[in-house]
């Protein structure tokens, strides 16, 4: 038996929960049901247990405009963050609508019945067919199955544990161990003053080559007086503009200055090693925002690294042995447990097979309409984060915009809209920019490309984002809209 729902939105972390807030909000006459498939919602922040997995944006603009962030660290823990996100769901009343332990295997969009039919799997292997109205992937970027882990020379040598971030043993007991941390991302430079503090006996961040860290303090005094004299709300909005503010011109000079900007982070940063780590380690070949800038609150790494309790290697594998890694300058890092922190596989829509007409649908050969809506394919929209600021910035102007597109389509009785796409207008980039990281240039093959101009070209801008999308006109040519039946038809309960 089939089950009929208006709205189906995939996904039930920080983009699937912001967009369901805002379609409570702002087009309370749609019905939306949510698929998750884990059996709690967060997403990331529910999938990561590694020690000190935490926020690398502010919270100020992670969280929702909607609903402050109270508090005065600028950077969250995970736990605390997935709080946040079920007190949203609990505010909005979203638990009823969240349908757990519900994965998505295919969805195909019939021209004729202007449907999408979406095959999904419960807990119990049970499948059904969800038959939807729109539909809006809410996945984020990555494969939540399997992270990027690179099979390393003679790796199965080693007697010790070898670790993926994303599939952390429960309960790992690491005391008094020797760690080695592969990797020089966002994960291995939490993990490295996390597990050092958490009792390890040493821990090595072992890097291919540096990568650009700046220090953030742990709390915003500025938010922390403005809230005195100022309301929750205000102060929240007035920490939030300015954040955006500072993210934006950081990596617009970055842009423009490159050469500036890398030598004031690499001064910093030899300010906080003061000269008890060589700074060949922290001292990229790339320019500031070729990758992203990754964050420690406080400085805690590099107090770390001063204190002797762990250290940094910069080099390449060779093999792998029984009590460690063979470096090929010769070194050898013993080991009982192995990190490897090595990165994320991208994965879009959450790896669902999706067609039109039973057409599969490549996403790199389409350009993503206003950043939000596939070329060519007919009611769908995903949520993809900026690749240079808080994800979160662009889940609330994305959702709002879709919110007033079915606002829309109810006032004029349509049931159909599709952004034609003009293949003159394909550009090679992909929409994460100009970003090299490894995990984004792996991927190129999976990724919507950019486009050459409006409203074709993802900029990665939230300023000019927000207003293009809150000024963005729906009869512009370029969305096209069909009827097929009355607007009350598409309302339907969730039946069995």
Not at 43 to 55: E, K
Not at 80 to 102: A, P, Q, T
Not at 284 to 305: A, T
Not at 448 to 476: I, M
Request: net charge positive.
């Amino acid at each position: 038996m089939e089950k009929q729902v208006d709205i189906l939105i995939i996904g039930a972390g920080i983009s699937g929960i912001g967009v369901a807030a805002h379609l409570s909000k702002n087009s309370p006459q749609r019905q939306f049901e949510i698929l998750e498939r884990r059996e709690s919602f967060g997403g990331t922040w529910d999938l990561f247990r590694y020690p000190g997995i935490r926020s690398d944006s502010d919270m100020s603009t992670f969280g929702f405009n909607f609903k402050p962030w109270c508090k005065a660290n600028v950077l969250a823990d995970g736990a605390s963050i997935k709080g946040y996100l079920g007190e949203v769901i609990d505010e909005f009343k979203l638990k009823e609508k969240i349908h757990f332990g519900h994965r998505v295997l295919s969805a195909n969009y019939d021209s004729t019945s202007k449907k999408w039919h979406v095959v999904v799997e419960d807990s119990n292997k049970k499948q059904q067919t969800w038959v939807a109205n729109f539909v809006v992937g809410c996945t984020g970027y990555y494969n939540y199955d399997q992270g990027y882990a690179p099979t390393f020379p003679n790796q199965d040598a080693f007697k010790g544990q070898l670790i993926h971030p994303q599939h952390w043993p429960e309960n790992l007991d690491y005391t008094g161990k020797k760690v080695v941390i592969i990797g020089s991302g966002a994960t291995a430079i939490t993990l490295v003053p996390a597990m050092s503090k958490g009792g390890a006996g040493h821990v090595t961040m072992l890097q291919r080559s540096p990568t650009y860290i700046t220090t953030v303090p742990s709390i915003d005094f500025i938010y922390e007086k403005t809230r005195r004299f100022m309301s929750e709300e205000t102060a929240y909005k007035f920490t939030r503009a300015r954040n955006i503010g500072m993210q934006r011109a950081i990596y617009a000079l970055s842009q423009k200055h490159p050469k500036t900007v890398r030598r004031l982070l690499l001064k910093a940063i030899e300010m906080q090693l003061k000269g008890k780590v060589d700074m060949k380690h922290f001292t990229p070949s790339y320019n500031p925002w070729d990758q992203r800038l990754c964050v420690v609150p406080d400085g805690d790494l590099f107090k770390i690294l001063r204190e002797g309790k762990a250290s940094v290697e910069t080099d390449q594998i060779e093999k792998f042995t029984e009590t460690g890694i063979q470096l090929k300058s010769g070194k050898h890092l013993d080991a009982d447990i192995i990190v490897s922190a090595t990165g994320l596989q991208v994965q879009i829509m959450g790896g669902v097979q999706a067609k039109v007409d039973g057409k599969p649908i490549n996403s790199s050969e389409h350009m993503l309409y206003n950043g939000i809506m596939l070329s060519d394919i007919p009611n769908m929209a995903m949520i993809i984060g900026y690749v240079n600021a808080s994800w979160t910035l662009k889940v609330d102007i994305a959702a709002d915009y879709i919110s007033r597109l079915l606002n829309y389509m109810d006032k004029n009785n349509y049931d159909e809209v599709i952004p034609a796409g003009n293949k003159n207008e394909i550009e090679e980039d992909t929409v994460m920019g100009k970003l090299s990281s490894g995990y984004i240039s792996r991927a190129a093959h999976e990724l919507p490309k950019q486009g050459k101009h409006a409203p074709w070209q993802v900029t990665n801008n939230y300023l000019e984002d927000r207003k293009s999308l809150q000024n963005a006109k729906f009869d512009d040519g370029i969305l096209h809209f069909h009827k097929h039946s009355d607007v009350n038809t598409r309302k339907p309960k969730l039946v069995s």
